[in-house]
């Protein structure tokens, strides 16, 4: 079993996976291997100790370079459950995979674009976060999928080859969706409603009848990702040294809070890296 999982390949869960293997600790970390799309975009980083008035680009050629030096490799699987089993915690992707780790740093950042009303309320119940999982139950359906990335169209892809109608809410420019099954509508929804399950789609103007919606985001809410998380305001609740309300359960950068700032989010994934250390010492004295 693995020390440590570490979700995000930012700046707080790189700096954490820099520091877990200072201290030569197992890990894995997962994410892209294009690290953040946030960084990689900046036109200028002007606040980062050492590196002034450097690209994103540039900052992330860098950082990719220090992993390979430190012999750190990225999992490009999504993940898609985090799941606290007692001494323990199971991580399951997208992809199938499963893993187990003695301890959790969430680094997943904050995602742009916000919840929809009634998302939350129908997760389960026709509202579902993974392509490839649930696909497959809306074969002949009529199906809405929002997504903001186009690094995610291969996921719509997969979910044509089930359903016989996509509504396609894109918030990304440069669509390359030419399935015939697909509608593509570029506002964004007021609501979801249902009783047992979703069964609309609300817009200001219509209302679109569904069977399911599908929700295609680069991060996943962290309520959505760890059950029972605590969360004020869309950020994790932590202490001072990065703990959750879930005992071997880390966060760090952007997902706990403002300033969304690389410093600040380097900073709290090299305390959440000791707080580990710390977390896992303590647990093998009470083994």
Known sequence: ????????????????????RANGKSFMLFGSAALSEKISKAERIRNYMGLPNISGEDFCKAVQAQLVEAEITITQEKVSGVYALGDKFGVATQEGGYYESASVILGCGVESVKQIEGETEFVGRGVSYCATCDGFLYKGKTIAVLCTSKRLEHEIGHLCSFADKVYLIAMYKDVEMGDEKVEIIRKMPLKLEGEKRVDKVVFADKTLPVDGVFVLRESVAPTVLVGGLR?????IVTTRNMQTNIEGCFAAGDCTGRPYQYAKAAGEGNIAAHAVCAYLSEQKKKA
């Open 1 to 20: 079993m693995l020390d440590c999982i570490i979700i995000g390949s930012g700046a707080a869960g790189v700096s954490a996976a820099l520091t877990l």
């Open 231 to 235: 969360v004020e305001n869309g950020h």
